[in-house]
């Protein structure tokens, strides 16, 4: 199959703009619960008339600091309740938010704000003002700045007492749905970030019809309301449009700044969602993390025997769905029945207790993952986007899933695979285009189509499958091309392994750098009842080297020999974002971590 285009459930209104959704919310369902906030350890209800007189009350401050309809105001913080009052609030008055990840750099900062021609700036505490201030003189038209952890909140709803709401509300009707609603730069895995121009017909193209499609994770089917705890970064698209949604749909939305198991895993315990939508990453996390509690209660086999059960609960779950198979049998039941005390309420657990629906996005998750959360009860819909198409362009269907895919395109969204194989998006969250950049504008936008750099497949039924972007598609010395994305994947599955990176351009054949999951190295050595050593020891260990040999092996099976993995190293170091080798969704930057790695990707073709 070439093209695939499914009808929209929902369409754009042909007049307003995003924050009329938090006014009419307060309107028609007040006393509904929209918000988390978490004060003094302990999460606190916020109903859609609250937050509305929040996000009022925040507007008129922006008016009387000078903010003005058009204007560009940059957001540089982690995810917490406070970005969503100020996009909220910026929206309301016709200004336009310019989200800046926290971790940039002080030349990124500039560069963005520079570009954007932000004449505003909101950082979350002294860190953050201190790298603004380090650019702020190449910086003209910057002429305010807003520090959210010194009241920053408080000091613009005290300084817009005395602004009439009707003015508010004139600034609010004048915003029409073409107009533009933020600047997302992109994170930049090469070359310079690119300002993609959203607007707020994008957004909601893109979030209406999300929600209509998605009706068991976004909607409430019984007296259990909807909620959802945002812990992706909201710099990134895929966490703008779950704060968007979120309102729109008037689910109760947490906010959580940090992915790290520690500062997580107690707040979806205390908030405990009904869904959740993250990156595989955290789905990965939990899944080791859930293997390695059962290994050091010496449950082991008893986890791995639940797994293989959930693994083929879910096939023959799947199969039924598609009309290919039964569904599970009566063994099968029984032993899925005796699991489900014994393993998988855990992991449901380890996520809040409550969640059965969850979105992955951001990059691929190998099949079979997918497959035991969904045996685990805990379906994960994996779809597939980009920052220029609004975040999502396919998504898995709740009513047939195909685990290893993408999905189908979301309704009102079409997907053609052009003769090289690259996909191609078309629909009514198709950005308008580059601030500042019409010739990288022409690039990518090819008579109405997003041509969106990837390579994929569409399958007999429509399902969507990445199997790699074209600029990082790997040529050897010898002339055979390999994607190196499936062969990651598979070496990453290995509970002791971080990330991948698979080399080989112009070399004689493919190798791999390797990273270790720094969780998992403490239990690994105390099950060996080896002593605890640096990571520059282990690195040399031949034990874990062996470990590590197997997960490439595994990965090898998938491809030809000529593709294959023929040599690896392993690194004591991880690739961090902090080291400008991830971009905040956690995806690699594959230039700079050749270039600061060259000498020991060098050394892997010495003979």
């Not at 957004?203 to 089917?221: I, L, Q, Y």
């Not at 008893?302 to 797994?307: E, H, I, N, P």
């Not at 198409?389 to 898995?396: G, L, P, Q, W």
Request: proline fraction near 5%; charge should be negative; aromatic fraction near 8%.
């Amino acid at each position: 199959m070439r093209e695939i285009t499914v009808a929209p459930m929902a369409t754009a209104p042909p007049v307003g703009g995003l924050a009329d959704a938090v006014f009419d919310n307060a309107d028609q369902w007040p006393d509904t619960v929209v918000l988390g906030r978490k004060t003094g350890g302990r999460w606190q209800d916020v109903t859609a008339a609250q937050f509305r007189d929040q996000v009022l009350a925040l507007a008129k401050g922006l008016l009387a600091q000078g903010i003005r309809f058009g204007d560009r105001v940059a957001i540089m913080a982690r995810t917490r309740l406070e970005w969503t009052l100020f996009d909220f609030a910026l929206w309301t008055v016709g200004a336009q938010s310019v989200p800046v990840y926290p971790t940039s750099s002080s030349e990124q900062v500039r560069w963005i704000l520079r570009d954007a021609g932000a004449v505003a700036c909101v950082v979350e505490h002294e860190d953050h003002a201190m790298t603004v201030g380090a650019a702020v003189d190449s910086l003209p038209e910057l002429n305010l700045m807003w520090q959210l952890d010194a009241g920053a909140v408080d000091e613009l709803t005290a300084a817009g007492q005395d602004v009439a709401e009707d003015v508010v509300h004139r600034h609010r009707r004048a915003v029409t749905p073409d107009a533009v609603a933020t600047l997302i730069y992109t994170s930049g895995t090469t070359g310079r970030p690119k300002g993609c121009v959203l607007t707020h017909a994008n957004f909601m193209a893109e979030c209406d019809n999300v929600v209509e499609r998605m009706h068991p994770v976004f909607k409430s089917k019984n007296d259990s309301r909807p909620s959802t705890l945002l812990f992706l970064p909201l710099s990134h698209v895929f966490g703008r449009m779950v704060e968007v949604a979120a309102v729109r749909a008037r689910v109760r939305l947490g906010h959580q700044p940090s992915m790290a198991a520690a500062e997580l895993l107690p707040d979806l315990a205390a908030f405990r969602p009904t869904f959740v939508l993250a990156v595989p990453y955290v789905f990965e996390k939990v899944f080791h993390g859930a293997r390695r509690k059962a290994e050091a209660s010496g449950r082991l086999a008893t986890f791995d025997k639940a797994v293989e059960v959930a693994v083929k609960y879910a096939e023959a779950r799947e199969a039924k769905a598609f009309g290919t198979g039964p569904g599970p049998g009566a063994s099968l039941r029984m032993q899925h029945q005796l699991y489900d005390k014994l393993v998988y309420g855990k992991v449901r657990e380890a996520l809040g207790g409550r969640v059965r629906h969850a979105v992955s996005g951001g990059s691929a998750m190998e099949r079979r993952l997918g497959l035991f959360f969904d045996g685990a009860g805990v379906t994960i819909y994996e779809g597939y986007g980009l920052t220029e198409c609004s975040a999502a362009a396919t998504a898995n269907p709740p009513e047939q899933t195909r685990f290893g895919t993408v999905g189908k395109p979301i309704p009102g969204t079409t997907v053609h695979i052009a003769e090289d194989g690259e996909v191609w998006i078309g629909g009514g969250q198709v950005f308008a285009g580059y601030h500042n950049d019409p010739e990288a504008t022409r690039s990518v936008l090819r008579d109405g189509w997003l041509a969106t750099g990837d390579i994929g497949a569409l399958d007999e039924d429509g399902y969507l499958t990445i199997t790699g972007r074209k600029k990082e598609i790997i040529v050897t010395a010898g002339g055979k091309s390999v994607s190196p994305v499936l062969l990651e994947e598979r070496v990453r599955a290995h509970p002791l392994v971080g990330q991948c990176i698979v080399v080989g351009n112009d070399r004689p054949f493919v190798a791999a750098l390797v990273t270790l999951d720094q969780d998992a190295i403490p239990h690994w050595l105390a099950m060996r009842g080896k002593p605890a050593i640096s990571l520059q020891e282990i690195v040399r260990d031949p034990d874990l080297e062996a470990e590590i040999r197997r997960a490439v092996v595994a990965a090898n099976t998938l491809v030809s020999q000529a593709e294959s993995i023929r040599t690896f190293r392993i690194l004591s170091a991880s690739f961090t974002e902090e080291a400008g080798l991830l971009t905040p969704s956690l995806k690699l930057k594959r230039r700079a971590v050749e270039n600061t790695y060259a000498a020991e990707i060098e050394a892997l073709y010495e003979p």
